[in-house]
C-alpha cells in the first residue's frame, strides 16, 4: 500500500478538507479499490489494490481493466467481456458480487478474488460506471477446504478460526459453534446448539422485514447442494441489535454424496459498509460539484459566444457623460440598479461596466434575458429546481441566482417578468433567500442585483401588470441610457469604431468615410438606436470597395431617409410611443422593398433582424399589407 500521511500533531494539525479527508478513507481503505467509466476504461486504483494487483496506479489507469486483469476464468479459458458481472454493474444498475473467479497479476500469476461491482449512478438516474472492490481471497479458499475436512475429524481446530463458524444439520439445527460466532453474536454455544439457527440468529432483513426461512439462502445450501453467499443481509444478536454480515453457507456431504447439513462462516462487516458508505458520498460530492462545474462552464461559454454591441461604452457628449458619471458613482456600492433605456441603446454594456468597477468584479456577471425566456421556464432558470419538479426534469438544476452567488445579476427587460415570479424576486431582494422549483430548502445568496427595462413600469403599475413594491425596490438608483438620436455628437465616433471592427473581423480594408454619408447618418432618427447603427455599418462594409465606406440602395435610403422630417425628426419621435415609432419604420421599409421580407434586399436584411423575428414583430404589432402606413 502507499505511503500514509505522517501523523500531525494536536496543536499544528489543520482540519482536513472534504476531499481530503475522502482521498484519504480511498487510500486507508484495506480492500483493492478501482473505477472504470461506461467504456470499461479504468480510472482509479487505489494503494491497497496496487499491492495486490503489482500495478501502479499510473499504469493502470486508462486501460480496459477486463483485458488485463480479468481475461480468463479460473480454468485458464477465455472470459469475454461481455459476459463479465463487472461490467454488467454499469449496464443494468445492480450490484454485482462473485467470489468464483481469478484476478491476474502483473507478474503473469493469478489468485482467486472475491469483488463487489457496484453502479455509479447519478443524480438524473443515468449509469456513469462502477466501482470495483476486491480482495485476494486465496487464504479464505485454503481455510475454507481446511474447515470442512477437519470438521468431519475434529471440530476443535475451528476454534482457532477468526470468521464467526457455525453448522448445520439436515433439518436447519446447529451442530456446532465456533469462539467468534460466540463472540460475535453472544450466544453461548450451549444456547445455540441444537436450536434452529434461522430462528435465532436469521429471522428478520434489514429493515427489519420477517425473513422466512423458505427464503433463506443459508438453508438453501442443505437442499440444492450449492455454494451460497451473501453480503447485504444481518444477523440479529442475543441482545437483540443487529450488524451487517457476509455470509457463505457451503453444503456438507457425506462420503456417499448425500446432503447432510452445512458450514457457515460470516463475518461483520459494520467497517466495510461504513468505507463503502463514504466512498459513494465521496463520490455524490464529487458528482455534485462537477454538475455546478459543468453550469457555470456552460454559461460562461455562451457569454463568450455572445456579440456584445461595442466593447466600451463610446461618447463623449454632454447626455453620455452624465450617464457614465452615475455609473461610476453606484459601482462602488451594492444598491440595486434599473437601467432604463429604448431596446437597442446598450444597455447591457452599462450592466457590465458597473459589474467591472464593483469589488464583485471577481465574481461571475450572469444575465438573464426575461423576454427571451417561456414563461413556463423562467422560474427554474432563475431559481433552479429539484429533479422531478416538472415533466422532463430528469436531475437537480442549479438556477441563475445560484450561480451569480457573490456576484452581479443582470435582469434584462425585467418588465416582462411574469406578474406571478415578481414577488418570489421581492424576497430575493428584501430577505436574499428563495427556494428551488420543486423543493423546500431554503437557499442564501448574496447578489448585487441590476435589472433594465425599455417599458414604462409606473403605467404597469397602474394597469396591474407590474408590482409597485417590486419597482420602488428596483428603482433605488435609475441610470437612463440615451437614445441615439439624443446624442448624434457621438455618432461619428459610433461609425468609426464600427468600421474599424467590422473591417478587421472581414479582412478588407476600409478608412475612408464620405461627408455625405456621415451626414445621411447623423440625420437619420435611429429608431433601432445602436443595434441598428452597428446592423447598417456592418452591411457597409460588406458591400464597399477600395478604401470607401458604401452603403447601398436599400440601406441608403433607410440611413438617409428619416421618418420624420428633417429637423424635427426627434421633436416628433420624442412625442410617440417607442411602439409608434418602431411600427412607422417597419412599414416605411416594407414600403421600399415591395413587403418583402426574407433575401438579400428584403426588409429584414435592412432591419438587421431575422425573417421569421420580423415576422413575429409585425404580427405583434400588427403590421398587415393591407396597412396603408401608420396610425
Not at 60 to 78: N, Q
Not at 516 to 521: E, R, T
Request: charged residues 25%.
Amino acid at each position: 500500500m502507499g505511503d500514509l500521511p505522517e501523523r500531525r500533531s494536536q496543536t499544528n494539525a489543520r482540519p482536513l478538507t472534504r476531499n481530503e479527508l475522502n482521498e484519504l478513507a480511498l487510500r486507508c481503505a484495506g480492500e483493492g479499490i478501482y473505477c472504470i467509466d461506461q467504456g470499461g476504461r479504468t480510472t482509479y486504483l487505489n494503494p491497497a489494490g496496487e499491492a495486490i494487483l503489482g500495478w501502479k496506479a499510473e499504469d493502470f489507469v486508462g486501460t480496459f481493466s477486463h483485458s488485463l486483469i480479468h481475461h480468463t476464468y479460473p480454468d485458464g479459458s477465455a472470459f469475454p467481456s461481455h459476459k463479465c458481472p463487472i461490467y454488467a454493474a454499469f449496464h443494468d444498475g445492480e450490484v454485482h458480487h462473485v467470489d468464483n473467479e481469478v484476478f491476474w497479476r502483473k507478474d503473469g500469476t493469478s489468485f482467486p478474488v472475491e469483488y463487489s461491482s457496484t453502479p455509479i449512478i447519478g443524480d438524473g438516474g443515468e449509469l456513469l460506471g462502477a466501482v470495483v472492490t476486491f480482495r485476494d481471497i486465496s487464504e479464505r479458499r485454503a481455510a475454507e477446504a481446511e474447515v470442512a475436512r477437519l470438521t468431519r475429524s475434529n471440530e476443535l481446530i475451528l476454534a482457532s478460526a477468526g470468521e464467526g463458524i457455525y453448522g448445520l444439520d439436515a433439518e436447519g439445527r446447529t451442530t456446532f459453534c465456533n469462539p467468534a460466532a460466540v463472540a460475535m453474536m453472544g450466544w453461548t454455544a450451549q444456547e445455540m446448539l441444537g436450536k434452529p439457527q434461522h430462528a435465532l440468529i436469521h429471522h428478520s432483513k434489514p429493515g427489519g422485514e420477517h425473513y422466512p426461512r423458505s427464503e433463506c439462502p443459508i438453508y438453501a445450501a442443505i437442499t440444492d447442494g450449492l455454494v451460497h453467499r451473501e453480503d447485504n443481509e444481518v444477523f440479529w444478536r442475543k441482545d437483540g441489535t443487529s450488524f451487517p454480515v457476509e455470509y457463505v453457507s457451503t453444503p456438507v456431504r457425506d462420503e456417499h454424496g448425500k446432503l447432510i447439513g452445512a458450514v457457515v462462516t460470516f463475518n461483520d462487516i459494520t467497517e466495510r459498509k461504513k468505507r463503502e458508505e463514504a466512498l459513494r458520498d465521496a463520490l455524490a460530492e464529487v458528482e455534485r460539484l462537477k454538475e455546478r462545474l459543468q453550469a457555470e462552464n456552460q454559461y460562461l461559454r455562451q457569454e463568450i459566444k455572445v456579440s456584445h454591441n461595442f466593447e466600451e461604452i463610446i461618447g463623449q457628449g454632454p447626455a453620455m457623460t452624465k450617464a457614465k458619471r452615475l455609473i461610476e458613482q453606484v459601482a462602488a456600492t451594492d444598491a440595486t440598479v434599473l437601467i432604463l433605456g429604448e431596446s437597442g441603446v446598450g444597455k447591457e454594456l452599462f450592466a457590465r461596466a458597473i459589474h467591472n468597477l464593483s469589488w464583485r468584479r471577481e465574481r461571475p456577471l450572469i444575465k438573464v434575458n426575461c423576454a427571451a425566456l417561456p414563461s413556463s421556464l423562467i422560474e427554474s432558470e432563475l431559481f433552479g429546481h429539484e429533479k422531478g419538479a416538472f415533466t422532463g426534469a430528469t436531475s437537480r438544476r442549479a438556477g441563475r441566482f445560484e450561480l451569480a452567488n457573490g456576484g452581479t445579476i443582470f435582469l434584462d427587460e425585467i418588465g416582462e417578468l411574469p406578474i406571478e415570479l415578481q414577488a418570489k424576486l421581492l424576497r430575493v431582494i428584501q430577505e436574499g433567500e428563495y427556494e428551488r422549483l420543486g423543493g423546500s430548502e431554503t437557499i442564501r445568496t448574496d447578489i448585487r442585483i441590476v435589472a433594465a427595462t425599455h417599458r414604462d413600469l409606473r403605467k404597469m403599475i397602474q394597469a396591474g401588470t407590474f408590482r409597485e413594491d417590486l419597482f420602488y425596490r428596483l428603482n433605488v438608483f435609475p441610470v437612463s441610457v440615451p437614445a441615439l438620436r439624443d446624442r448624434r455628437e457621438d455618432i461619428p465616433q459610433l461609425v468609426t469604431h464600427f468600421v474599424r471592427k467590422f473591417a478587421k473581423q472581414q479582412g478588407k480594408a476600409v478608412d475612408s468615410v464620405p461627408d455625405h454619408v456621415q451626414s445621411a447618418l447623423r440625420e437619420y432618427a435611429w429608431p433601432g438606436n445602436i443595434r441598428e447603427l452597428e446592423n447598417v455599418i456592418e452591411r457597409a462594409v460588406i458591400l464597399s470597395t477600395h478604401g470607401t465606406l458604401r452603403i447601398d440602395g436599400a440601406i441608403a435610403v433607410q440611413a438617409s431617409t428619416s421618418p420624420e422630417p428633417a429637423g424635427a425628426a426627434s421633436t416628433v419621435a420624442d412625442r410617440r410611443t417607442l411602439e409608434e415609432v418602431e411600427r412607422s419604420h417597419i412599414l416605411n421599409v416594407l414600403k421600399q422593398t415591395s413587403w418583402q421580407i426574407s433575401g438579400d434586399l428584403g426588409a429584414a436584411v435592412i432591419l438587421g433582424m431575422h425573417p421569421n423575428t420580423l415576422r413575429s414583430r409585425m404580427e405583434k404589432l400588427g403590421i398587415k399589407k393591407s396597412a396603408l402606413g401608420p396610425s
